[in-house]
């Protein structure tokens, strides 16, 4: 069980795995004001960077979960990077089977609700793990402006338009599903120009290294295509957050 090496030759450099800054990040750290001894659970995790920067920030403790061996191993050297690897654990497994032996106060999927089946599925999952007055962090995608043919869908990496909904449309989604928003945070478009470029430098050193390589002909094209399609599609009409949920009651 591995996700593909394009997934990881893509990323090789980043450290977030979604567009997202460091400073993004830390941002939504600090609005949710999360006390020391946080317990989180943190669903398709990647390399760890939320886990392992808030245990050293926000003195939470948690367990991370994910499909990538590179990126739980990369995970895990950030943790003892940061020294924070008395507090994060991260395990190589399926996050779509994972729950948490005891409730926690914060369950997380940034950017994979894939895991799911999608938003409602996700939330589901999620709450399996959660305690009743825990907070959900769900990292997900939405249109910015309103795509105004199927190849500026296609050209967001969506089959039809009605994958996404606009943002006040998931935001109301999440209401229908029984949550209460109490926080969010946006990407910008720097922040995705920081995601998706970063991958056009990774495919390209890559492919100077491996020329011969069975996958070179794939990522070559995809270089050629990426920028273009980034700067006339992605960039213009794909939003993106992470969104803090609290389950509403009475």
């Known amino acids: 069980m591995d996700l593909p090496r394009s997934f990881t030759i893509r990323e090789s450099s980043h450290r977030i795995l979604n567009p997202f800054t460091a400073d993004k990040l830390a941002t939504l750290g600090r ?54 690897g008395d507090r994060v654990t991260f395990v190589h497994g ?17 950017g994979a609700t894939w895991i799911g089946g999608g938003v409602p599925g996700t939330v589901e999952l999620l709450g399996r793990s959660l305690r009743p007055q825990g907070m959900m962090l769900i990292g997900e995608p939405y249109w910015r402006l309103d795509p105004p043919d ?37 990407a910008d478009q720097d922040s995705w120009d920081r995601y998706a470029a970063a991958q056009w430098l990774n495919l390209r050193r890559w492919l100077d290294a491996n020329p011969g390589d069975e996958l070179a002909g794939e990522l070559r094209a995809e270089l050629t295509t990426a920028p273009v399609r980034h700067a006339r599609y992605q960039r213009e009409y794909l939003g993106w957050g992470v969104f803090a949920l609290m389950r509403r009651s009475g």
């Open 150 to 186: 199927q190849a500026t869908v296609e050209g967001c990496y969506m089959s039809a338009k009605d994958e996404l909904s606009s943002l006040p449309g998931l935001l109301e989604r999440f209401g229908e599903l029984g949550w209460d928003v109490v926080e969010m945070v946006l």
């Open 94 to 110: 399926d996050a779509s089977a994972y729950v948490a032996d005891e409730p926690v106060d914060v369950a997380s999927c940034v």
């Open 31 to 84: 609005a949710l004001a999360l006390p020391p001894g946080t317990r989180m659970l943190d669903l398709a995790c990647g390399k760890g960077e939320m886990l392992c920067t808030w245990a050293r920030d926000h003195e939470v403790a948690g367990v991370g979960v994910d499909v990538s061996t590179v990126f739980t191993a990369a995970a895990r050297e950030r943790a003892g990077e940061l020294g924070v």
